[in-house]
């Protein structure tokens, strides 16, 4: 070969391997995840993928209880932050995955009467919607709000998740558009004329002085422009009579009205609507008694003596240093305490009536009183409002975005909270204990027992209960009582130091009853016997016993203490009987018929168990087990048991679950037994409260297999509906039950 063919054929072989190379770089450059980064919901999804590689991925995630991954396909479970991992031979590609909590997609809305707009509930299924104001706005259940009048309201939205997202809606006119004026027509245009032919040039003349200018006139002044008045937009009155007149006033651009008056006064507002007005408050002598409905109350300075509230729907807003507000019988009124000249807003809040919110935006002193005690009372501590004191004699459900002290007192021993982090868990004084649960999981962070507070007003009670033996029931004669003052401190790893003869209040009788007398308040409840494990409990005796307290029959377990034993399950579904197939999850607690205190085990009983669950080396002694949703899809009735746990035996034990079959529906299951088995055989149900067509009561009964409405117009019973539905299932709306509840009776 010669030379020149030798140096072609390099060349050649040269350029092949450099256009190989440079295949080969582009190909491995080319291999990457689909995503870097991703933000979800609870429960949404998106699914990834690595390019440029025909190798499959092993998939792992960081956090998995915040977002899982199977075969790239990534779904969102909580709040929080996790990275998902695909491994290709001995490279890792990533992408990191944000979870938001649930969230509505705006959380305030401004829309024009007679227009509409949807607002979202991302990362979880709407529930309910309900608006604080339906004169206002309305809202379907797909989140589409329509605006009806001029004014502001609250829509608020439940989320399966069991919590409420509000929104808060504005509603105003929309403004007349102005017509485009007409164009004006353009002029044709006129031709050029033709150009005339320049004439010879003649010779120019001898020149004529120029004429003497004429003075130009002096220009007539232009008149001054009479100028637009400004627009009142703010009536200041300072008597009741000046009032009425700025309420009635035809002014369309009035937007506020204040009530300013230092001297000792009393002013009184007509029950109008006046939801296009915003009324303003600064009367620190003044009472003012409020029957209309405005679209927002200022109170900047109120005297002692108070606000008092006679309508519905109203959105307060306290910015004074101290005041009474007072929500009277039959009226409503969201009630926001927000930063004004003082730095600590002190608020005396009387409620007679509903408060539907109370929220604290700034740092504030809040005392709840009054005769209402039907429901509780909403209140969110936001992030801003840390180190506030809340005392109360109504029971409260506490949102805590920050850290606040609360007092309870009689009235108020049922109070719950929810917090956005552990850190935020209250301070709680007075009466009662207060479960904690966590906004996102939903589950019980804490069960907070209020510390002893002096400057609460108790009532001493007799205490009176029994101690039984475990299993075989027989009344136990001779055990030591005792019924300490509730300590962070004692446990039953040090409670026998506890146990002395000057803090025993009791022996069992020959019956195995005891009897004694103590004050309202939390205590460790304490039974003890040679040869038996000891019995601690936390006792609550709250206001709701006037004159005496009747505490659960208490069973010893023969056994030391570090004796164990174990518990099998069957769960089955209520309405066939048959073993469940869906997943649920189970909590379980110390002490009998305890649903509240902190969570010693949790238990997840997968779908494909068939609703066996084996629960192993439970020390001995009583339990409260309680079966909860595992998911949204196998959402049930929470139901709780009581199973003792005996010295190296199984304790087998059938428990009927129930799903919640729709959005706003709950099914009950009677079971009825015969004459032989000593079970009653017309059981009826009584299910109390207003029913969907009218007042009176729900009443089925299982003679007749009939379905009664009872009319106060009408006593006469309807006719039998031989639908067997009613023989054994119910089927009823939550909001058909009402706050009295359901009753099983045997009626003979």
């Not at 350029?15 to 949404?44: I, R």
């Not at 007539?220 to 008045?229: E, G, K, L, W």
């Not at 002893?452 to 009176?464: C, G, Q």
Request: proline share 5%; glycine share 6%.
């Amino acid at each position: 070969m010669s030379k020149k063919m030798w140096k072609k054929l390099s060349t050649l072989l040269l350029m092949v391997v450099m256009v190989l190379t440079m295949s080969l770089s582009v190909q491995a450059a080319a291999v990457k995840m689909n995503k870097a980064k991703a933000t979800l919901y609870p429960g949404q999804k998106v699914t990834l993928k690595v390019t440029g590689t025909s190798k499959k991925a092993k998939w792992s995630s960081s956090n998995a209880k915040v977002a899982k991954v199977s075969k790239g396909k990534v779904t969102a479970v909580k709040k929080g932050k996790a990275t998902i991992k695909a491994k290709v031979g001995k490279k890792t590609y990533t992408c990191k995955i944000t979870v938001k909590a649930p969230a509505l997609s705006q959380k305030k809305l401004n829309v024009t009467v007679g227009s509409k707009a949807t607002v979202k509930l991302n990362g979880t299924k709407i529930k309910s919607v309900s608006s604080s104001n339906k004169k206002v706005a309305t809202v379907t259940k797909k989140g589409v709000i329509t605006g009806k009048k001029t004014g502001k309201c609250t829509v608020t939205f439940k989320g399966a998740n069991g919590k409420s997202y509000k929104c808060t809606v504005t509603v105003s006119v929309a403004p007349t558009a102005t017509p485009a004026p007409t164009a004006t027509p353009v002029p044709t245009a006129t031709p050029a004329p033709t150009a005339t032919p320049v004439p010879t040039a003649t010779p120019a003349p001898t020149a004529t002085p120029a004429p003497t200018a004429t003075p130009v006139p002096t220009a007539t002044p232009a008149p001054t422009a009479t100028p637009t008045p400004t627009p009142i937009t703010q009536q200041v009155v300072s008597t009741q009579a000046e009032l009425n007149a700025a309420l009635a006033s035809s002014n369309p651009d009035l937007k506020e009205v204040v009530i300013e008056q230092s001297g000792a006064s009393s002013f009184e507002i007509p029950k109008e609507d006046k939801s296009d007005l915003t009324l303003v408050v600064n009367a620190p002598n003044g009472e003012v008694v409020n029957n209309g409905n405005f679209k927002e109350i200022v109170i900047k300075a109120i005297a002692s003596n108070t606000f008092i509230e006679k309508a519905t729907g109203n959105n307060i807003i306290f910015q004074a240093a101290t005041g009474r507000v007072a929500i009277d019988e039959g009226a409503s009124a969201n009630i926001e305490v927000n930063k004004g000249e003082s730095e600590a807003p002190k608020l005396d809040l009387v409620n007679n009536g509903t408060v539907s919110e109370l929220t604290l935006s700034t740092k504030a002193d809040v005392n709840v009183s009054g005769k209402n005690t039907a429901a509780a009372i909403p209140v969110t501590s936001t992030a801003s409002a840390g180190g506030s004191t809340i005392s109360t004699s109504q029971n409260l459900n506490l949102k805590a975005e920050s850290k606040v002290e609360l007092t309870l007192n009689a009235g108020a021993e049922n109070t719950t909270a929810t917090v956005s982090d552990a850190a935020n868990i209250p301070d709680v004084k007075g009466l009662g204990k207060v479960p904690v649960k966590d906004s996102d999981s939903g589950k019980i962070l804490d069960t907070v027992v209020a510390e002893k507070d002096e400057t609460v007003k108790v009532n001493k009670v007799s205490v009176s209960g029994k101690v039984v033996t475990a299993g075989d029931n027989i009344p136990f004669a001779g055990a030591s009582v005792y019924l300490l003052n509730y300590a962070a401190g004692i446990n039953k790893g040090n409670v026998s130091q506890y146990l002395t003869e000057e803090n025993k209040v009791a022996d069992t009788a020959e019956d195995g009853t005891y009897a004694f007398e103590a004050e309202w308040g939390n205590y460790w409840f304490v039974a003890k016997a040679e040869g038996y494990r000891t019995v601690l409990q936390t006792v609550e005796i709250t206001s709701a016993y006037e004159n005496a307290f009747s505490n659960e029959q208490v069973e010893l377990v023969a056994g030391e203490d570090d004796a164990t034993g174990n518990i099998e399950l069957t769960l089955v579904d209520a309405a066939t009987g048959d073993a469940i197939d869906y997943a649920v999850a189970l909590e379980i607690r110390e002490g009998a018929n305890n649903v509240s205190g902190n969570i010693l085990k949790e238990i997840a009983v997968e779908a494909s168990a068939s609703g066996k669950c084996a629960i192993e080396e439970l020390p001995i002694g009583s339990y409260t087990i309680q079966v909860v949703s595992a998911d949204e899809k196998s959402e049930i009735v929470a139901a709780p048991f009581s199973v003792t746990v005996i010295a190296g035996q199984t304790i087998t034990k059938p428990f009927s679950v129930t799903k919640i079959i729709n959005d706003d529906q709950i099914r009950f299951v009677l079971r009825w037994g015969d004459e032989e088995s000593g079970a009653p055989s017309d059981l009826d149900s009584h299910l109390v409260g207003p029913r969907v067509k009218g007042i009176g009561n729900f009443h089925t009964y299982y003679s007749d297999k009939t379905y009664e409405e009872y009319d106060d117009e009408d006593d006469e019973d309807d006719e039998d509906d031989e639908d067997d539905l009613f023989d054994r299932m119910i089927d009823m709306d939550f909001r058909t039950l009402g706050k009295d509840g359901v009753i099983f009776r045997d009626d003979e």
